[in-house]
């Protein structure tokens, strides 16, 4: 009834690059937590794939941003400049991209 399904091997080599990157342009530590996901659009007009990524920098600091692109095609000029952190705030609002 429920099937797992696990991303291609290639697929996590980019997730794991990406992961690398906002580490990185972020400056998030070690011990916190990003989650770097690919999923299909869901929306109208929305692209067929698209590049989530999830990041903390304390507990209650939760971080948001989407790439319109599949995870293979995400490059490092694709993600937000470190200044605009402040903007990436998720605040839970599901409209938030």
């Keep these: 009834m429920f099937t797992t ?7 996590l080599e980019h997730l794991d690059r990406i992961e690398a990157w906002v580490r990185a342009r972020f400056s998030v530590p070690d011990d916190q937590i990003v989650l770097v996901s690919e999923e299909r659009g869901r929306v109208p007009g929305f692209p067929p794939r698209l590049t989530t990524v999830l990041f903390w920098m304390a507990r ?30 998720d605040d839970g609002d599901a409209d938030c991209c």
């Design 60 to 89: 209650d600091e939760r971080y948001r941003f989407r790439v319109f692109k599949p995870a293979a095609q995400v490059d490092k000029s694709d993600l937000p400049l470190a200044w605009l952190r402040p903007a990436l705030i």
């Design 5 to 11: 399904r696990s991303p291609a091997r290639d697929t």
